[in-house]
């Protein structure tokens, strides 16, 4: 593997996934990756965001919570692998979580404290590479923060994993639709087929490929319905999502 960057380009595409590239914010509310692993750390940062989106248990707050990291975390680490063949060090310790704000809605950022890149050098190294990739990505990260969030949050997993597939799929199916590049389908096609559940740690079987079931027509429009529930309704003023099992 070789050592890369991401040039000012690259840096712009992923900042619309409220990634942070620059010097650490001081006067913003920063919580490390590694105190969410911690359940007293987690239950009190679950509780300050709960009190501050007025939701009516932790339940809710921990799904919410896990529909955001995942976004954070898995959208540009994965869109970067896919667009530009440039791998992020996704270890715990490289992640913080930036609270922010927006008319009144829970946005938060994602700051990478090591910015270096990897890139493979020919496409023998990179499938090599892709499924020790997945392996950090998922087991060695995500995973180790669903056991957490599920136990503190009194969630079950499913409900964590199917937050993360949504956008998987979203990435996949219409961000990166439209790149006629192979190795984006096939790593694609790579983490909901071919990986099986020891790249997601101690599974018998892949997570998230249960959740890619075929698109319904409702309303006029192609969607996926979900599983499981997410909970979102239950916020104030907060309606069900079109793909919710209580609409579908």
């Known amino acids: 593997m070789l050592k890369a960057h991401l040039i000012s380009e690259e840096k712009a595409q992923l900042e619309q996934f409220r990634i942070h590239f620059e010097k650490e914010p001081q006067e913003r509310h920063l919580i490390e990756s590694t105190d969410l692993l911690e359940k007293h750390s987690l239950a ?35 869109y970067s692998m896919s667009r530009f063949n440039k791998f992020f060090n996704v270890a715990i310790e490289n992640i913080k979580i930036i609270d922010s704000f927006e008319n009144d809605l829970w946005l938060p950022e994602l700051y990478v404290k090591d910015q270096s890149m990897l890139m493979p050098i020919n496409d023998k190294e990179r499938i090599e590479w892709r499924n020790h990739y997945y392996r950090r990505i998922f087991g060695q990260h995500l995973t180790k923060i669903w056991d957490t969030v599920s136990s503190v949050g009194k969630i079950p997993k499913q409900t964590l994993w199917e937050n993360t597939a949504i956008y998987i799929f979203w990435l996949y199916e219409t961000v990166l639709h439209e790149t006629s590049a192979e190795r984006t389908k096939e790593d694609f096609h790579y983490l909901l087929f071919e990986a099986d559940g020891t790249v997601f740690g101690n599974y018998l079987k892949n997570p998230l490929t249960g959740f890619y079931n075929n698109k319904i027509i409702k309303n006029g429009s192609e969607i996926r319905p979900r599983q499981t529930c997410c909970f979102s309704y239950q916020l104030s003023e907060k309606s069900m999502c079109k793909t919710c099992p209580k609409n579908c």
């Open 44 to 78: 009190d940062y679950l509780e300050n965001v709960n009190n501050s989106i007025n939701a009516p248990n932790i339940m809710v707050t921990a799904s919410l919570f896990s529909k955001r990291y995942s976004y954070l975390f898995l959208v540009p680490v994965l």
